[in-house]
Each structure stands twice: as structure tokens, then as C-alpha cells.
């Protein structure tokens, strides 16, 4: 383990020391390679050749990674099947945001750079951004780009669809209050679950990247028992929501993961807590940004955005702006098949929630420039295959993204539901409203529904028919040799956890209790670390008569 000078734990901490040398480590007198600006930082333990070299371990740790190979097979948005070779999958898309975010993190570890020769009187301008990364604990592009490659990792067959039927079956059909959130079993996965064949759990990563995927740095039952009368919503951080007896809506740890993530942690004393840090923030919104415009690639090319039900909605609105602010909220959410309606839903429920950035003058300007250069530009013309059709995408997501990655805003003390780094003020209204035509034209579509449908009973029956077999004296000994030792690794975790920190665990922590937890949690670990075609072949041998 790396330390800093007193034995705290600094970003080069490892979880476990490591006897065996990385088979990612390079070899050599100059192993570590010249610290190149926009990549480490310069401050000692923090940016040294020896902190860089363990950060490229850490980023070709997940690239090796099984879990990161099965994003290849899982859906991102719209399935893969009926649309052709075109679509992104999860696997995809984790390198485009990895993409961006090196160039956004390049760009403050730049500035952080500038600052540290100006301290030195090597340089004769500061860096007023630069000063706050520095002290933020540093920017690494190495690190932003572990992040995003890890980001979804976690994510289940058929993605969010998969996520919601995995929580909402663990604890209303197997008990287990903590539910399943593809965040948290990112971090579980990373932690836990990979291996690299060392007599310890998970892949052993630094602190900076273990903490760069908390996007959500708390577990669910943290906020069990907060109420709106307790902390408003519009000062709580971001993904919490608004539940008090299940906690959390949001969540980056279970509680099996809590030492690990209050390790990775404090690593950044300067990180106030239910912030992400800086390479996190990097990443959260480079996905923000990469699913909000490379995803209309697919949109656009398989012909799931259809133009003039976009070009009706989004011009209505800007038509009936005036009008619409006067309506009741009733009227609105009766009406909301009207053209514009749904969009005036979307802009209260954004001044609700998020007042301390959220400008109708600037959704207003917003919805323009996507009317303009979406509507009545990219969809004007159908997309037919050939070379002017995938220029106008091409062009069209070129820009976008130079756009929206050229707009971040750092701060030293940012709201709680912003970030340390974030977009702009324009650019946060432009994302919103691209995600709001996901939303509404994609997500929503009743073209959808019918494999939507199917997927969620593929999930539902895999997580029931495994604990089906599990519950069966004469049967569970023969389930898949990982899913039992899974269930017995989670359940002593579990009854170790429940003598050392009682107070995490939610509801029955009797031995029935636990052992019925660990298993519950094992099933979902097993059936969530499927792609979308094991998914469907493990459906059919379960359900076959």
C-alpha cells in the first residue's frame, strides 16, 4: 500500500498490499515513465512516476476485466436486435465517455499545472482553476478514464430496464431492502466480486479510482428516515430523491462495500461529504454528455426519432411559451399528449427541483437551438444509409460535443446538487433538453414496449426461478457452482457485518434473516453479471417444460 508521510491514505492507496508484481506493470529502470502534463499531477506522492504507473495498472485492470468484456452484449438504450450493427452497446458507449472525459480531465490537470509553476515563479499567470483542483486532491486523466470504463460496469442485462426489475423484485419478492442499483454493483464488482487471482477480493484498485465511480457516495439506508421537513429536496444532493423508508433512490455502495468506500474516501479530506470528486464529477459528466449526443446517432439512424413528432413538440412550446407558464399544473399534466405539454412538465419539474440553476430564458434558448439543429436539421431528412446521411450525424454529434466539452464550470463550493465540476449554466439546459427528447420519443415509445415487456419477465423469472432452486433440499446443491459460493462468501460477509456494524444493516439480522439476505444477494450479483443473450438462453433452460 501507497501511504503518505503518517500512514493516512492517499490516492495511490491500495485496499490489500500486493506480493506479486501487476502483469500490467511496465518493466524497466523507467518503468514509470515522465509525468506528462494532463495526465498527473506534480505534488509529490500525488502526481509522482510511481502514483501514475499504479493509476495505468488500475485502468488496464478493468480493460481485462470480464465484467467490462460483457458490456459488448448489453443493451445501452435501444436493443440491438431489429436495428442492425449500428446501435452503441454499454461497452461503446463506456469508450466514448472515456473519451471525453480525458479531454476534460486533461484540461483542468492542465490549469492545475499552470497554478503549481506559478507557486513556483515559474510561470507569471495563476490559475484560479487550477488552485482549486490542487486542492481538491488533483485531476489525472489516467484515473477520469478508469472511471468511465468502469462506470457501467455494473449494469444488468437489458440495462436500466434490468436495473429496475432486479430492485424492484430483491425487495418485494426476496426481502432485501437494499434492493439492486447498477452504481452500487459497479462498486460491489470493482471491490468484490472481479478477481485477479490473488488471495484477496476484487481487482485491489487505487483510492483515486475506487472513489472516482462513487457517483453517488452513500448507501441507501443513509437516508432512510430523512424526510422532506428534515432536508428539502432541492438542497439534497443529487439521486437521493425523496423516500424516507427505503432510502436512497440512488446509491454507489450496499452495505457489504461500506469499508470501501469510507477507505477509498478518505483519500480526499478536501471532498466535503456527498461529493463526488473531481475525476468522478470528470465522468459523470462526460456521460451526461455522451449519452446525450452519441446516443441520437442511433436514434437518428435506425429512424426512432421521428421528425415530426420532435419538430411538433419542441415548436409548440417555443410558440406557447408565455401561454403555458400561466396554465395550472393540473391542466398541464391532464393535457400532457398536446404537443408542448410535456416539455412545459419537464421545465417545472427542473425549476423544482434544481432552482439554483434552472432559467426559463435559458431553456427557452435551449429548446431553440435543439429545435434548430435537431429537428428542423438532422431529422429534416431521413436518414437512408448513404454518405450525405451519415455526414449531417457525424457533423451533427461532432459539434454537439465540442460544445457541450468546452463548457465546464469549476467551483470550490458548489451547490449540493451540482459537483466540484460541472457543465454551465447553457450547456446543463442543453443536455436537459436532449434527454428530455430521449425521454419522451425513445425511452417512452410504444414501439418499445412490447420487448421491453419480455425483457423484464426474462429478469423477473431468472432472479425467481434461481432462488427457486436454492430454496430446494434435494435440488440447490447442484445450482451453478459460482451462484453458491457467492451465496456462501456474501452470507458470511453478512454475519460479519451484523457483530461489527449492526446499525447498517436494515430489517431482520437474526441468522434466518442473514442467511436469507445473502443469498437474495447472491442471486442478484449472479443473474445481473449476464449479457443479454446469456440472459435469455439462461430464461429458457429454467422455464422450458
Known amino acids: 500500500m501507497i501511504e503518505t508521510q503518517g500512514g493516512s491514505v492517499n490516492r495511490a492507496s491500495r485496499r490489500y498490499a500486493e506480493q506479486e508484481s501487476s502483469q500490467h506493470a511496465a518493466r524497466g529502470a523507467d518503468a514509470a515513465g515522465p509525468v506528462v502534463p494532463g495526465e498527473a499531477d506534480e505534488s509529490g506522492a500525488l502526481g509522482d512516476g510511481a502514483a501514475l504507473e499504479e493509476f495505468r495498472i488500475d485502468l488496464e485492470r478493468i480493460r481485462f476485466s470480464s465484467y467490462f468484456a460483457r458490456l459488448s452484449d448489453v443493451t445501452q438504450v435501444v436493443p440491438q436486435s431489429g436495428v442492425g450493427p449500428v446501435m452503441h452497446n454499454r461497452l461503446t458507449h463506456s469508450l466514448k465517455v472515456s473519451a471525453v472525459a480525458r479531454v476534460v480531465a486533461a484540461n483542468l490537470a492542465g490549469a492545475a499545472a499552470q497554478h503549481r509553476a506559478f507557486a513556483r515563479g515559474e510561470a507569471v499567470a495563476d490559475s484560479e482553476t487550477g488552485a482549486i ?3 481538491l486532491g488533483g485531476c489525472d486523466t489516467i484515473v477520469a478514464q478508469a472511471a468511465a470504463h468502469a462506470h457501467d460496469l455494473g449494469h444488468p ?6 436495473e429496475r426489475v432486479l430492485d424492484r423484485v430483491a425487495r418485494e419478492r426476496l426481502g432485501l431492502a437494499e434492493g439492486f442499483e447498477g452504481n452500487a454493483q459497479t462498486f460491489r464488482i470493482l471491490t468484490s466480486l472481479d478477481t485477479l487471482g490473488r ?4 481487482l485491489n484498485l487505487t483510492a483515486a479510482v475506487r472513489a472516482s465511480v462513487l457517483k453517488y457516495p452513500w448507501t441507501r439506508g443513509r437516508w432512510v428516515g430523512v424526510t422532506a421537513a428534515d432536508l428539502p429536496i432541492a438542497e439534497r444532493p ?5 423516500d424516507p423508508v427505503n432510502g436512497a433512490e440512488k446509491f454507489s455502495a450496499y452495505v457489504l462495500e461500506v469499508a470501501e468506500l469510507e477507505q477509498a474516501l478518505a483519500a480526499f479530506p478536501a471532498i466535503g461529504e456527498g461529493v463526488q470528486t473531481v475525476e468522478c464529477a470528470v465522468m459523470d459528466v462526460a456521460d451526461d454528455i455522451a449519452y446525450a449526443v452519441h446516443d441520437l446517432d442511433d436514434f437518428t439512424r435506425a429512424g426512432v426519432l421521428q ?6 413538440e419542441l415548436q409548440t412550446w417555443l410558440a406557447e411559451d408565455a401561454a403555458l407558464a400561466e396554465e395550472p399544473l393540473g391542466k398541464i399534466q391532464v393535457e400532457w399528449r398536446r404537443p408542448g405539454r410535456s416539455l412545459e412538465l419537464k421545465w417545472r419539474s427542473m425549476s423544482r427541483k434544481d432552482a439554483w440553476i434552472a432559467d426559463r430564458d435559458a431553456f427557452r434558448a435551449a429548446v431553440q437551438l435543439v429545435s434548430d439543429e435537431l429537428a428542423d436539421e438532422l431529422l429534416a431528412a431521413p436518414y437512408d444509409g448513404g454518405i450525405a446521411s451519415e455526414r449531417a450525424v457525424s457533423g451533427f ?5 465540442e460544445r457541450l466539452r468546452s463548457a465546464i464550470v469549476v467551483e470550490a463550493k458548489p451547490h449540493m446538487r451540482g459537483g466540484h465540476v460541472r457543465l454551465n449554466q447553457r450547456a446543463w439546459h442543453e443536455v436537459a433538453v436532449l434527454k428530455f427528447v430521449h425521454s419522451s420519443f425513445v425511452l417512452e415509445s410504444p414501439d418499445l414496449a412490447h420487448s421491453q415487456r419480455g425483457q423484464a419477465r426474462v429478469v ?3 432472479v425467481l426461478g434461481f432462488d427457486a432452486w436454492l430454496s430446494d433440499p434435494e435440488d440447490a446443491g447442484r445450482a451453478p457452482r459460482r451462484l453458491l459460493e457467492w451465496v456462501d462468501e456474501a452470507t458470511e460477509e453478512l454475519f460479519d457485518l451484523s457483530k461489527e456494524r449492526p446499525e447498517l444493516l436494515q430489517g431482520d439480522i437474526t441468522g434466518t434473516g442473514i442467511h436469507r439476505r445473502g443469498r437474495a444477494r447472491a442471486i442478484l450479483d449472479y443473474v445481473s453479471s449476464f449479457t443479454d443473450q446469456q440472459a435469455v438462453a439462461a430464461f429458457d433452460l429454467l422455464t422450458r417444460a
Open 133 to 135: 483542483i490542487t486542492r
Open 397 to 401: 454529434t461532432r459539434r454537439w460535443i
Open 157 to 162: 442485462p437489458f440495462g436500466h430496464l434490468g
Open 307 to 312: 421528425h415530426a413528432a420532435v419538430a411538433a
Open 460 to 462: 423477473e423469472e431468472l
Open 238 to 242: 443529487r439521486g437521493v430523491g425523496n
Open 199 to 202: 488471495d484477496f477480493a476484487g
